[in-house]
């Protein structure tokens, strides 16, 4: 309804563009119908997110599906791309005549978002940069948004007040009238301090909030949050496999991180586990690994953390200690170079038992086989199982738990699978390239 208002045509084909463009966008509100069926949700955005009912709408309305592994990574940076894929989709998908000659210097015609960038640029929502580009891959702004959002509401009458609500953004702002008509318009209403901090970046639950509050209907409720507990065999997750910010990342002798020195971006602390305050996990992994630890005590068993994420130069000093010790060839046996370690990830653990500091006991005692039988119920498997030194590349670790989750755990012991390359057919990774 809105993006067509800027369209250089007669008076007659903006009317009746705009009422096609009016029934797309209700149309997506219409398939966002309440519900109060419990759903499989995106894993890491549960029942009690603080925007589970906006990312809900978001996904319910078809303007994105998430990630092949179920998540939907609120915490992440929208990219200029993503965004563009976001407003077409709540336009409706409308035709779009796409040149033989990309708009953009840095825009090929087989860019994965070619389509939606050519739309949002033919509509002008967006011209780029001076220099011909588009930058799609980077981050977009605050103020790149409210600009977008205002020209694909049609550029409309707004007269930006005097004063600026926010302290760091002056009347001599670029996107000035497009920020305040951000707040003025119930869209955004900046940081609690005061700010609203133009040259940020744009989550992905932020501007799921954002897109809620100018589109969403006030009626909606979000159905209740199921987490999703069945493997998809259907599904495409072959670029999860190397993605880092995914839990069904593959990492090994020869299947390095990629950035090599990545940082997960939601590391909590395993507080809620014995001996976890001083460490940290991935928020969803630590959660689980929580209530694994409640289950084991309510049966009267209890394990600790004994090491948890690990940074690229941790690693390093570590791995170079037990090659000073041991030697190279011994040490790779279950120490891993830096940029190969699950530990980096933020979702591998090693945890322990009374008397049994990561050592091949805990796989014997109460607590490990108790491990060893409900991990799966909530998302781990012991990554380095005996007897499959010879496709791993380590030593049976019994103590070294890897969060991949409840799907995909369940499937492979239902299967009867023990590790990730055999899973999904990678290979043996027994020593480095």
Known sequence: MVETRRLRVGVSRVVAVLAMAVVAVTSIVAAAAPSSAATEGFRDVTGKHQFYR???????????????????????????????????????????????????????????????????????????????????????????MAAFLYRFEGR????????????????????????????ASGRSTGWSDGTYRPYASTTREATAAFLFRGYGPRGYTAPAYAPPTTWDPDRDVSRMLSDPESVLVVVNKRRPLDPIRYVPPDLVSVSGVPG???????????????????????????????????????????FRNYSNRFGVASAERFSARPGHSEHQTGLGVDVSSTGCTISGCFGTSAVGRWVARHA??????????????????????????????????????????????????????????
């Open 276 to 318: 976890g305050s001083n460490h940290r996990l991935r928020r969803e992994a630590a959660q689980q690994l929580t209530a694994m630890s409640r289950a084991a005590k309510s049966n009267g068993l209890s394990f600790s953390v004994s090491s948890s994420y690990r940074s690229y130069s941790y690693q390093a000093g570590l």
């Open 54 to 144: 906006e990312i809900s709408w978001l996904s319910s309305s078809g303007i994105t599906t998430g990630y092949a592994d179920n998540s939907f990574r609120p915490a992440n940076k929208v990219s200029r791309e993503a965004f563009a894929a976001y407003l077409y989709r709540l336009a409706g998908k409308p035709p779009v005549r796409l040149p033989s000659r990309s708009p953009f210097r840095d825009v090929g015609v087989s860019a994965l978002f070619y389509r939606e960038i050519v739309w949002l640029a033919q509509q002008g929502i967006t011209t780029g940069w001076a220099d011909g580009s588009f930058r799609p891959k980077e981050p977009i702004t605050r103020d790149a």
């Open 376 to 433: 799966h119920e909530y998302g781990y498997i012991v990554r380095y199982p005996e007897g499959k030194t010879h496709v791993t590349g380590y030593i049976y670790e019994p103590w070294h738990l890897r969060y991949v989750g409840v799907e995909l755990a369940s499937e492979m012991r239902a299967r009867g699978v023990t590790t990730l390359e055999e899973f999904f057919g990678l290979g043996s990774a027994p020593t480095y390239r």
């Open 156 to 183: 409309p009458s707004f007269a930006a007040p005097a004063r600026s609500p926010f302290k760091d953004v002056t009347r001599a702002t670029k996107f000035y009238k497009e920020i305040t008509w951000m707040r």
